[in-house]
T-cell receptor, first 118, second 114 residues
Framework: AQTVTQSQPEMSVQEAETVTLSCTYDTSESDYYLFWYKQPPSRQMILVIRQEAYKQQNATENRFSVNFQKAAKSFSLKISDSQLGDAAMYFCAYRSGVFTGTASKLTFGTGTRLQVTL | NAGVTQTPKFRVLKTGQSMTLLCAQDMNHEYMYWYRQDPGMGLRLIHYSVGEGTTAKGEVPDGYNVSRLKKQNFLLGLESAAPSQTSVYFC?????????????FGSGTRLTVV
């Protein structure tokens, strides 16, 4: 079974600075997808960025980018020019690319709470 | 489009009471899921469904039952609520051919069992 580990329960960053959230995963599959979700105090789960394992190029979405190291099974999220609105819980998630009877469920890490200070 | 709608948004139950959480999606998604979120544990899969009339157990299914009589609805039932079931519950759905796009989530249900 796949596992996702987020070793930083809490992180803090000053406004306008850059912060990196760590995520590692364990899998024997070669075809899979990785995601970062943001959960603000509203509780809504918001997809921030996603990465296909077969793509070597790191995904980027505006101020959010990832460092995907497939061999090391590492998938970190970098937030540049941090804003107060970035304060939230961030979850890393894994999804198998193999079609099985398990509906390709998402496996989540335990989350990292990001604080943004002035 | 409403996406994924969960009802209710909040509920307080007494130990031993029963209730049903309703999840409805209007995107014609085949796959639907129920997760629970607890502090320090992330989101854990309770049950899921790959289509109408089918359900399967996830990681933490004990104390819960589900049904998917219609493709658009996925119900989560607690037959005899326990304090350990105090949690935030999320429903999500996905198109079976769009697994590279993650899920569409509902807004969650905060359940407190006293």
């Amino acid at each position: 079974a796949q596992t996702v580990t987020q070793s930083q329960p809490e992180m803090s960053v000053q406004e306008a600075e850059t912060v990196t959230l760590s995520c590692t995963y364990d899998t024997s599959e070669s075809d899979y997808y990785l995601f970062w979700y943001k959960q603000p105090p509203s509780r809504q789960m918001i997809l921030v960025i996603r990465q296909e394992a077969y793509k070597q190029q790191n995904a980027t979405e505006n101020r959010f980018s990832v460092n995907f190291q497939k061999a090391a099974k590492s998938f970190s999220l970098k937030i540049s020019d941090s804003q107060l609105g970035d304060a939230a819980m961030y979850f890393c998630a894994y999804r198998s690319g193999v079609f099985t009877g398990t509906a390709s469920k998402l496996t989540f890490g335990t989350g990292t709470r990001l604080q943004v200070t002035l | 489009n409403a996406g994924v709608t969960q009802t209710p948004k909040f509920r307080v139950l007494k130990t031993g009471q029963s209730m049903t959480l309703l999840c409805a999606q209007d995107m014609n998604h085949e796959y639907m899921y129920w997760y629970r979120q607890d502090p320090g544990m992330g989101l854990r899969l309770i049950h899921y469904s790959v289509g109408e009339g089918t359900t399967a157990k996830g990681e933490v299914p004990d104390g819960y039952n589900v049904s998917r009589l219609k493709k658009q609805n996925f119900l989560l039932g607690l037959e005899s609520a326990a304090p350990s079931q105090t949690s935030v519950y999320f429903c999500a759905s996905s198109h079976r051919r769009a697994i590279n796009y993650g899920y569409t989530f509902g807004s969650g249900t905060r359940l407190t069992v006293v």
